[in-house]
């Protein structure tokens, strides 16, 4: 079993940047797959970013060169920094775990982006 906790979600102007936060109650070390999804209302969850076991990354094309999706071992910490951010980014993003044959969720944060 793993629990995910997302935090660093709020309002933020276009252009401006968040990160946001995933704290897992297990060493991440031994997670195969961890990332970040995002849904907007009347649309389906996406992928925007996720991180392999051996630190391979991947991004929807939306938000390459943009978002940045690093881990801390110490922390047990997934993070999604967010810059140049777009009124198109506001959705809840959740954090997800991949850990042996299971999938896990957090509980999701809101991200705004309006002026």
């Known amino acids: 079993q793993v629990q995910l906790v997302e935090s660093g979600g709020g309002l933020v102007q276009p252009g401006g940047c968040l990160r946001l936060?995933?704290?897992?109650?297990?060493?991440?070390?031994?997670?195969?797959?961890m990332g970040w999804y995002r849904q907007a209302p009347g649309k389906e969850r996406e992928l925007v970013a996720q991180?392999?076991?051996?630190?391979?990354?991947a991004y929807a094309d939306s938000v390459k060169g943009r978002f940045t999706i690093s881990r801390d071992y110490v922390k047990n910490t997934v993070y999604l920094q967010m810059n140049s951010l777009k009124p198109e980014d506001t959705a809840v993003y959740f954090c997800?775990?991949?850990?042996?044959?299971?999938?896990?969720w957090g509980q999701g944060t809101q991200v705004n982006v309006s002026s």
């Open positions: 936060s995933c704290a897992a109650s297990r060493n991440i070390f031994t997670m195969n797959t």
């Open positions: 991180i392999t076991g051996g630190g391979t990354t």
């Open positions: 997800k775990a991949d850990f042996l044959s299971s999938h896990y």
